[in-house]
């Protein structure tokens, strides 16, 4: 055996293979570190997929746009159905003025009206004038949809004024779920379905067997969300006015939950942080007063709007807003062009990010994976997880935004925060600091995919700490960023 070398060339030697060991061993080890544990409940493959979506368009079009009513009684002719000009191309126009990706079409409403010619009624478009009898507006759209790289939802109104089946359990249900069977298997692929669980206070007794359906849609559309008071996929938000609560869980307990009863609206507002189900809410809202299209009325003002925007996706919601054509069979085009501003408004303010070229640090780091710095890729499938033996010991955990020296003085009155939440919601308190001040500029409950704060006025500074509590798990965040909304009062310009 060879004798140890005491030479200073091999200690030399030595602790250079010892350097290069030890640093790959840190380097393996970052490279491989794993993901935290899922929060359960967490939500589908469909439901990110929805949730990305941000914004999506609903139009309300039936017999109640020729009769100027909200409601129908069903007893309308058929007759009374004659657009002129219907070009469900100019409505896929508005949905693009509105940077929308999924559009849901009212296939029937209360008044039982259906919009393609169902082999199980009377009552439909076969009946009216329209296109001689032979129309099929659910075709037109789907087609106008699938042409412009859109996807189709469907709300078919369990409520029916019309049919006599109606109160008869078996034969209304067994007619109900035919209507479904049609519409899910006779128009290509369907990315949601509206379960409305409205109903006249003196409307017939009538027992829905929405399992039945539920499972009935799963079985014909397997990728579908279903949506109801209670889901299966999305929830009801509680009101028709576009606003989440201020403290938004994608969680609720289902069972909690009779579709359609009343005193159920604050809990489906904000949801439960005990919550089993993964049931995240849609904000339904009509960019007019009313679902339906009425002459005398016109479209919501731009703030009103950005309002409903900030209170909607800025809460952690899908913001489902209605566009109704009019008796001609076309969206006005001042509705259009007030899509297009709101469109317009909405990049304004997110299309610049002011934390752009920042550096971030952390109250810790899992491993090079999941770094402070992930927040800022602009990436939905990277984030910031905290150390893997950092606990919470009621301090808190942080992360913090340094921008450049060059950038320190732009202002900003919006902070944008998200979370992980392919790996379920957690935070349940958070604070926003400028350059360590004593009073923080924004704070609230709840993040979620998306919680957007507007200050009261812009400010300036080099350092933006968000400081986040969460019990249920460490905090994982994709996203902090820093916007200017012009739009806003005392906003200033870009």
Not at 287 to 300: C, D, L, Q, S, V
Not at 451 to 479: C, E, K, M
């Amino acid at each position: 055996m060879m004798g140890r070398c005491a030479s200073p060339r091999c200690a030399l030697a030595a602790a250079l293979i010892a350097a290069v060991v030890a640093a790959t061993s840190s380097s393996l080890a970052e490279a491989t570190a794993t993901p935290p544990l899922p929060v359960l409940p967490v939500p589908t493959a469909a439901q990110l997929r929805w949730q990305r979506r941000e914004v999506i368009m609903f139009f309300h079009f039936g017999m109640n746009t020729f009769t100027d009513s909200e409601w129908g009684t069903g007893r309308e002719p058929p007759a009374a159905f004659r657009p002129a000009a219907l070009d469900a191309s100019q409505w896929m126009d508005a949905a693009a003025a509105a940077g929308a990706s999924l559009v849901v079409l009212v296939a029937k409403h209360h008044d039982g009206f259906c919009l393609w010619p169902s082999a199980h009624t009377a009552h439909s478009v076969r009946a009216s004038p329209w296109r001689g009898g032979r129309g099929d507006v659910v075709r037109e759209f789907a087609d106008a949809a699938r042409a412009r790289g859109l996807d189709i939802g469907i709300y078919l109104s369990p409520w029916d004024r019309h049919d006599k089946r109606y109160g008869r359990e078996v034969a209304y249900n067994e007619y109900y779920l035919a209507q479904l069977h049609e519409l899910l298997t006779g128009y290509g692929s369907v990315s949601e379905i509206w379960f409305d669980g409205a109903k006249g206070k003196n409307a017939t007794n009538m027992t829905y067997h929405f399992q039945e359906w539920f499972q009935t849609v799963r079985q014909l559309q397997s990728s579908i969300n279903i949506f109801s008071d209670d889901g299966p996929d999305l929830r009801w938000v509680g009101d028709e006015n576009g606003s989440a609560g201020s403290t938004c869980w994608s969680t609720i307990n289902r069972s909690k939950i009779t579709i359609g009863e009343a005193g159920i609206e604050k809990y489906l507002n904000t949801g439960d942080p005990r919550g089993k189900d993964w049931v995240p809410p849609e904000c339904d809202v009509s960019i007019r007063p009313g679902w339906f299209w009425h002459k005398n009325e016109t479209a919501k003002p731009l703030p009103e709007l950005l309002e409903v925007y900030y209170n909607s996706v800025g809460r952690n919601c899908v913001l489902l807003l209605n566009a109704p054509p009019n008796t001609t069979g076309l969206v006005d085009a001042a509705d259009i062009a007030r899509l297009r501003e709101f469109r317009a408004a909405v990049t304004a303010i997110f299309g610049t990010d002011l934390a752009a070229g920042s550096a971030a640090r952390a109250s810790g780091e899992r491993g090079g994976r999941f770094a402070a710095a992930n927040v800022l890729d602009g990436r939905d499938d990277t984030y910031w997880a905290p150390a893997a033996a950092e606990a919470e010991d009621g301090g808190g955990y942080w992360i913090e935004l340094r921008r450049p020296a060059s950038a320190a003085a732009r202002k900003f009155n919006v902070v944008r925060i998200q979370e992980h939440v392919a790996m379920g919601q957690r935070v349940e308190r958070h604070e926003v600091y400028v350059d360590g001040g004593g009073a923080a500029v924004a704070s609230g409950t709840t993040v979620g995919h998306k919680r957007l704060h507007r200050l009261g006025a812009p400010v300036a500074g080099r350092t933006v700490r968000v400081w986040l509590a969460s019990r249920r798990g460490p905090p994982l965040l994709s996203a902090v960023g820093l916007h200017l909304d012009p739009f806003a009062a005392g906003g200033g310009t870009m």
